[in-house]
């Protein structure tokens, strides 16, 4: 794919901020939890973050969220995640946070099935080991992980009960995409959100970014599509880039919307 050397400039400084690891203490109430995947999609032992709100687990919904490029499963184990997780008190869901390597974009691809992965092997074990509500389910994540949630929210559109994308990275055609993002034009295509706009006409969908993100061109072209699709869409721009500091500041917005679906789920 041929790609602008301003859009890999743009993408550069974007990924700055997706990466490493938190791994902050939770606060009295929540704990976190430590989970290992013998995966067969992806051929490896993956790690994932299971974060329990305050009270009894059993029975409550399951949110998923993907990290972003260069991170982990503990890129978003960060003070202000637990603050609002805790604010939401019984409301809160489990939160489970899957390790989905460097630059996996969370996609079935020639570096491992990372769409399956997620699906059938994060999801069914995190439901059965926690005793949460496998039919109340979300998914969401930050820029690879928004990018990865829109996409399996596409592929599976009856699955959850609302899709986020927090600065997800979305491009408008394959020329523009950042290096191993995708393995060719042709897996660009497969998994073309924008294109796939019709498939979240009946889901609750939000999308957010900073004024400054620079990925912002995809992403209000994917708001267009989602808007003309009939989804049920919130979508946001508030000050800032593709940052940590910018995500740190919204983990309330994102939690309250994810647990006000889960509930009307």
Known sequence: MNRPLVVLALTAVAFAGCGGGADAKPPPGIEVADQTIDSKAVDGRMK????????????RPLLVFLHGRGGNESSSLRKPM????????????????????DHS???NRDSGEWGRYVMKEVIPQ?????????????????????????????AH?????????HSPAVWRSGGETAPGAFDDAADFARHDVIAGAGRFADQTVW?????????????????AALRDAGADL????????????????HWRDYLRFYARALKRC
Do not use: N, Q
């Open 48 to 59: 994932v973050k299971v974060v329990l709100p305050e009270g009894d687990a059993e029975g």
């Open 82 to 101: 637990f603050a609002a997780l805790k604010a939401l008190g019984t409301r809160a869901p489990i939160v489970a946070f899957p390790d989905g390597g």
């Open 105 to 107: 974009y969370w996609h």
């Open 126 to 154: 995190v439901v059965r080991r926690f005793e949460a509500d496998r039919r109340r389910v979300a998914i969401g994540g930050i820029s690879m992980g928004g990018f990865g949630a829109f996409d399996l929210a596409r």
């Open 157 to 165: 559109p009856k699955r959850f009960c609302a899709v986020g994308g």
């Open 207 to 223: 999308l957010d970014a900073g004024d400054r993100d620079p990925f912002r061109p995809g992403d209000e072209a994917f708001t």
């Open 234 to 249: 919130t979508a946001k721009t508030w000050p800032g880039g593709h940052d940590g500091k910018y995500w740190d500041r």
